[in-house]
């Protein structure tokens, strides 16, 4: 017969969640500086306000979901750890080497200015208390239900009060101990080694994404060398599941949600950043740092957290979804969220060979090759490489541009002088390339550098699957090559046109394009975008999505003849590059980085800044009832102006 498992392994699981320094005084100075030289984080690209953001969300969902187990019996004791001292911090060592400086300030100042930590003065953070509280209230009338049981244990130097702590983990039975809070190098270290110290038969953890300190390189220190040593690191993920499991914590950030929205002029949206890319995270900015209107008074838009959703092992790319796969008011993620940023069927016109077959009456001489076939797709090519291999003298009239189908910018494009040097270029067999001539006699800058015009579009489509509009931004870009022109020279200086460097709008000098009409400009492009647009919705390429609106902010690009009498398409770009100042966006390349130059240099009056334009997109599609002004007799917001509506092919349920 087999002995008897050890006592600690037989009785059942009793959960505890210290939270440490969770207090006003606190948290102002988590991140605020690099231990390296000092300077602040903001100097070295680390935002010290998402930062602790970020930390903070964690740390209320680590409450969330040890206070949510569906068997009330099983929720976690909670455990506040907190700094108070009494007036004058009585008692408290003027060279304490943590806290001494507390008393010589209140020495010079007094309680009045000089208080923190001070009783009186100091507390518990109230939104964590407020969690707390609302789901004690929510218990109350439910039959066998027992209130969320917690405790605060104040002390006054570094160490917490031993005696007490032991006392509440023997009364509770408690046999697993998380510690989330701050600071890592501090109160949270201090409780971790008192646990490993008198209690070494408790498992203790913490939660990496809940823990902060003064800087991120201190903090890393900690998770990864002091913090092992005593406790397990785990993840918000993984202390989800283990307290109330993905599901539940889901279901639970939604009752959460409802409840606040009870609550005269308060609604609570939640958003997750899936890491799939496109603009969510200035999207998220806009939302975050919106001024309350009447409309949205009380709107608070917060951080969800995550999980692992799957992994494509083809591409070795990780995706991500909300933390207990549930559905979140946005998210970068269009199955868990409410209102999508990417259209359904979007393919059908971000894909240049795609593209073609819906615009090829408004493109210049287009032609696709799949690539390393060493031949062009059918009979369709160049009527010059029709009846020889070489080229002939109609070959002059290049120079040809020959592009991977799916991907955008200079970085995707080859320039040759002749359809016949095509075919070698297109030599990667994983790849379709589209060919194109160069607009016959084009327009060019009265410089001789070559150009073309970039406008901004806005598509949504209407919860019923079948609405769409159509907007376009009336203030458009000129986008010019850095050299002078001319068809033999194949450069990219001389033939890509890729950074925007002026913005066109009506009434603006147009002196570059001998001043141009730029009103036939707009209305040229918003005529093929328009018809293209309808194409692709009546084919049912563009597709609703029952039950989901859902938007998508794309750019078009044209280039004009001689007489600026033809526009020709050259492509749809469905993840275009803004650039706004106020976003803190990371500068992925040299365009955006000479924006960033240009802003720092002139402020608000730099050409490219398109803040106000993101600002208006996020007002016409999550606040549309804001933008119906009374008495306006437009449905235009900002410079985005209606150009069309129609009606789609009903989704299939």
Sequence with gaps: MDPPPPPSLSRPIKRALIICD????????????????????????????????????????????????????????????????????????????LYGSLVRFNKLLGDEKAHWFMDGYTSIDSTLMDILNDKNEGVVNESGASPVQHAVIWRQGHIPAVSTLSEHLSKNSITDV?????????????????????????????VKEAIADDSEERLNSMVQHLLPLYSRVASLEEYVEATCGLEHFAQAMERNANEIAMVPKKR????????????????????????????????????????????????????????????????????????????????CLDDKGKLLALAKDFMPETYIIEGGRGC?????????????????????????????????????????????????????????????????????????????????????????????????NKEAFLCAASTLWSAENTSAEAQLTIRRTKRFRDGASMSELGNADYSDMFRQCTEIVSTVVQRAIEGNGLQGRPGKKQFEMFSTDFVFDATMNKANLIEFNFSPVVYDPLAKQELTTIGMKEYQRL???????????????????????????????????????????????????????
């Design 22 to 97: 969770m207090q006003p005084d606190c948290i102002p100075s988590l991140f605020a500086k690099s231990n390296k030289d000092e300077s602040s984080s903001t100097q070295l690209g680390i935002d010290p306000v998402a930062r602790r953001e970020a930390f903070i969300n964690a740390v209320q969902y680590a409450l969330i979901s040890s206070i949510s187990n569906p068997m009330e019996r099983d929720n976690a004791f909670i455990i506040f750890n907190g700094l108070k001292f009494p007036s004058g911090y009585e008692g408290l060592d003027p060279e304490h080497p």
């Design 178 to 206: 998380t510690v989330v809070g701050a600071k890592a190098s501090q109160a949270v270290q201090a409780t971790i080694q008192i646990l490993a110290e008198y209690h070494p038969g408790i498992d203790v953890s913490v």
């Design 268 to 347: 609570v949206c939640y958003y997750v950043n899936c890491e799939r890319g496109g603009h969510f995270s200035i999207y998220i900015h806009h939302l975050t740092n919106r001024k309350s209107t009447p409309m949205a008074e009380g709107t608070y838009w917060v951080s969800h957290p995550k999980q692992k959703w799957y992994e494509d092992i083809f591409c070795a790319k990780q995706f991500h979804c909300p933390l207990g796969k549930g559905v979140v008011d946005f998210c970068d993620e269009p199955a868990f969220s409410k209102v999508s940023m990417f259209l359904k069927g979007r393919d």
């Design 376 to 472: 062009w797709d059918g009979i369709d090519c160049p009527p010059e490489l029709n009846k020889s291999s070489g080229a002939s003298s109609c070959d002059a009239t290049g120079p040809w541009f020959v592009k991977e189908t799916n991907k955008n910018g200079g970085r995707a494009i080859t320039v040759c002088r002749h359809a016949s040097e095509c075919l070698a270029l297109a030599n990667n067999p994983q790849e379709t390339y589209v060919i194109q001539r160069h607009v016959l006699n084009p327009s060019m800058l009265t410089d001789g550098r070559k150009w073309h015009l970039k406008m901004y579009n806005l598509l949504i489509c209407e919860e019923d699957g079948v609405s769409w509009t159509l907007r376009c």
């Design 599 to 653: 802003y720092e240099l002139h402020g608000d009056k730099v050409e490219i800044n398109d803040h106000n334009m993101i600002k208006d997109v996020i007002s016409i599609v999550f606040f549309p009832k804001e933008t119906m002004r009374k008495g306006c007799e437009s449905d235009d917001v900002g410079s985005w102006n209606v150009i069309q509506s129609f009606t789609g092919i009903a989704p299939s349920s």
